[in-house]
């Protein structure tokens, strides 16, 4: 909702599967990915992401409750840009959004 309300298009998928496939239809400039999806979990789902076509500018942004330092480490491994811990701050989100200006 704060990214349509920004002006930006949105879709959303309720799993990893349903997010690979919202991805052949609407290739999208930034992904936020909940790790905890079911069927397919949000490191699964992203390292399948970054084979699919279109993805080269994609922003990947993993969304979890888990924050530790192996936990971004995962993320990143699993092709994440960044990494945000639940509740995310809109600070944050700002300062991601910011980033894709540049």
Do not use: C
Request: aromatic share 8%.
């Amino acid at each position: 909702m704060i990214m349509e309300l920004n002006g930006y298009v949105t879709r959303v998928a309720h799993d990893g599967i349903d997010a690979l496939a919202a991805f052949d239809d609407f290739t999208p400039r930034i992904a936020f990915v909940d790790i905890g999806m079911p069927r397919m979990n949000g490191y699964e789902a992203a390292t399948a992401m970054r084979r699919m076509p279109g993805a080269a500018r994609l922003d990947l942004v993993a969304v979890t409750g888990w924050g530790a330092d192996s936990d971004r480490e995962r993320s990143r491994q699993a092709g994440f840009d960044h990494h945000l811990t639940k509740p995310v701050q809109f600070a944050d989100l700002e300062h991601i959004l910011a980033s894709l200006a540049d």
